[in-house]
């Protein structure tokens, strides 16, 4: 099974992929959504299939949808790190 920190890694990476920038200049507290969010809405849905995908590989379903997720105040794609933390939850929860 992969590590948290692996998979931390990974969804950096996917969110580097999808802003064209490095992953390295990924950090905790980048905002996602919301004023100076770096995605917009299409990349936002671009984000969470290729996560889908990528807990499929590792065996579970990333739930992506729920009321929290589109919370401002909540969600999970606050920044980087809730997201990456959200993701490795789901994962831990399903071993």
């Known amino acids: 099974m992969a590590s948290a920190e692996v998979v931390r890694k990974a969804v950096f990476t996917e969110i580097a992929t999808l802003i064209s920038r ?10 996602l959504i919301g004023g100076d969010g770096v995605l917009d809405s299409m990349k936002l849905v671009e984000l969470c299939v290729v996560l889908e995908d990528k ?9 992506w949808t729920s ?9 999970m794609f606050r920044t980087a790190g809730s997201l990456a933390a959200e993701f ?3 994962l831990e929860a399903k071993r």
């Open 22 to 31: 490095s992953p390295d200049e990924i950090m905790e507290d980048m905002r």
């Open 88 to 90: 490795i939850s789901q």
């Open 67 to 75: 009321d929290a997720a589109m919370s401002r105040s909540r969600s």
């Open 55 to 63: 807990a499929s590989e590792l065996g579970f379903d990333f739930d």
